[in-house]
C-alpha cells in the first residue's frame, strides 16, 4: 500500500515540475532530471517525460483557445481551407519546420546522443548559464513594435529556429523562443502568446514520436498513476501559462535570469 502511494506521489512530482517549468523559461527537462536526483527518485527519462508534456499541450489548447478555434465569419468554410488561409497557423507552421528538422534528424540517425553528451549535470549547468546570459540581452533590448498582427513569416521562422536548440536539455523552448522574439523586437505580451502556440506542435511532435520509438517501455508505466502525472501536468501547466503572462509583461525575464544562474551554480556544487 505504502509502495502505491510513493508510486502516485513520484508522478505527481513529475507532473508538477513538468507543468510548472514546461513554460516557465527555466527548462522542463533539466528540472525533471535534477530534482528527480535531489529528491532520490528515477529520472524519467526522454520517453515517460514526451507522455506527461501531453498535459502541457492540452492546457495549452484550453487556455488559447480563441486563438486556435475562432472561425467568426469564416465559420461557412471548410475547416483546412480556412486554416491554411489563416496567417498566424501559417506562421506556426513555418516556426515549426526548424525544429522538426533538427530533432527528427538527431532522433532517428543518432537517437542516444543526448542522453552520453547533453544530460549530465555539468552540461545542464553550462546550458543554464548560456541561456541566462542570453536572456538578459532580450530582457535588456529595446521595446519593440513587432506582434502577431504585424509580424513577417521571416519573424516566426527565426523565433522557430531557436526553438530547434530546446531540444538540448537546459536551453528552455519557451525561454530560447521568448528572448529571441524579444531581440527581434517584438511586443513583450506578443512575444510569450507567440511561443506558447508555437509550442502547440512542437511539444506533440516530440511526444508522439517518442511515443512510437519507445512504446514498449509503456508497459512498465502503471495506467493510473500515469493519468494523475497527466491531470497533475494538466493543471499545473494552466497556472504556469497564467502566471508568466501577467508576470511577464510587467517584470520582464529578471526574477528567470536569477533563478536560472542560482540553478546552474547549485548543479555545480552538488
Known amino acids: 500500500m505504502f509502495k502505491k502511494f510513493l508510486e502516485y506521489l513520484t508522478f505527481i512530482v513529475y507532473g508538477l515540475i513538468q507543468g510548472l517549468t514546461e513554460f516557465i523559461p527555466v527548462s522542463s527537462t533539466a528540472h525533471l532530471k535534477i530534482i528527480s536526483l535531489f529528491l532520490g527518485i528515477d529520472d524519467p527519462g526522454p520517453s515517460l517525460s514526451a507522455i506527461i508534456q501531453l498535459g502541457s499541450v492540452l492546457a ?5 483557445r480563441n486563438d486556435i478555434f475562432n472561425l467568426r465569419s469564416q465559420s461557412s468554410k471548410k475547416f483546412i481551407e480556412y486554416l491554411l488561409h489563416e496567417r498566424l497557423f501559417r506562421s506556426i507552421l513555418i516556426g515549426t519546420i526548424p525544429i522538426v528538422l533538427l530533432g527528427g534528424s538527431i532522433k532517428f540517425f543518432v537517437p542516444y546522443f543526448f542522453d552520453r553528451f547533453l544530460r549530465s549535470n555539468l552540461s545542464i549547468a553550462l546550458v543554464s548559464f548560456l541561456m541566462a546570459f542570453f536572456m538578459y540581452l532580450a530582457d535588456s533590448s529595446k521595446r519593440g513594435s513587432i506582434n502577431i498582427k504585424n509580424h513577417n513569416y521571416s519573424d516566426s521562422f527565426l523565433i522557430g529556429f531557436s526553438q530547434a536548440f530546446a531540444i538540448i536539455p537546459g536551453f528552455s523552448r519557451s525561454g530560447v523562443t521568448i528572448s529571441t522574439a524579444l531581440i527581434s523586437g ?11 502556440l508555437l509550442g502547440i506542435p512542437a511539444i506533440s511532435l516530440a511526444a508522439i514520436v517518442e511515443f512510437i520509438s519507445s512504446f514498449n517501455e509503456f508497459s512498465s508505466f502503471s495506467f493510473l498513476p500515469l493519468l494523475v502525472a497527466l491531470a497533475t501536468t494538466f493543471i499545473s501547466s494552466l497556472l ?14 529578471k526574477l528567470f535570469i536569477i533563478y536560472r544562474v542560482i540553478f546552474g551554480i547549485v548543479i555545480l556544487l552538488d
Open 186 to 196: 517584438w511586443e513583450r505580451d506578443d512575444a510569450a502568446k507567440f511561443s506558447f
Open 240 to 253: 504556469a501559462i497564467d502566471f508568466l503572462l501577467k508576470y511577464f509583461s510587467s517584470n520582464g525575464l
Open 60 to 64: 495549452l489548447a484550453l487556455y488559447f
